[in-house]
């Protein structure tokens, strides 16, 4: 894998989770290079860059593969071969396009509903609830669904 392309499947924000790190809504953080009081280290996620803001710091700015570096105290070398790691044993992936995200976020509002749907026709269903009670399982603890009768046409391939 090239350098630039695993830094289009690395991204700053695994990167950081990966190390436990978690910007503030702000995107700062405590630079862990430094003994810090107030978060100096600035990420900037829509660029995969950072940049430390204090003078007391040497570690200046970097992206993804330089934050793997500095933070671990490796070479160039071995933090390419970390960051290939990271991508082959995680679930990060390219990032998704604008006009993708916004058909995502459509259908994932659907599922949600579905699943809403799902646990309330669960309590209405007599079937569902006796299946429940076989199996010891509490519905409302286990927060479990049932699909509503046209759900239930679709998955059979009936129409």
């Known amino acids: 894998m090239t350098i630039p392309e695993l830094k289009t499947h690395l991204r700053l924000s695994a990167v950081l989770s990966h190390y436990g790190l978690v910007p503030d809504k702000h995107g700062k953080l405590r630079c862990p290079w430094h003994a810090d009081k107030t978060p100096s280290l600035q990420v900037y996620l829509k660029t995969d860059s950072w940049t430390c803001f204090s003078s007391k710091c040497e570690a200046g700015s970097g992206d993804q593969l330089d934050f793997i570096m500095k933070y671990e105290g490796i070479s160039k070398h071995e933090a390419l071969k970390k960051a290939e790691t990271l991508v082959s044993h995680s679930l990060i992936h390219l990032p998704v396009p604008t006009h993708t995200r916004s058909s995502l976020i459509t259908k994932m509002g659907l599922l949600i509903k579905l699943y809403q749907t799902s646990q309330h026709a669960i309590s ?9 009670a076989s199996r010891k399982l509490d519905i409302e603890t286990l ?3 049932y699909p509503p009768p046209a759900v239930e046409c679709l998955d059979s391939g009936r129409p």
């Open 124 to 132: 209405r269903s007599t079937k569902a609830k006796a299946y429940a």
């Open 143 to 145: 927060q479990l669904g």
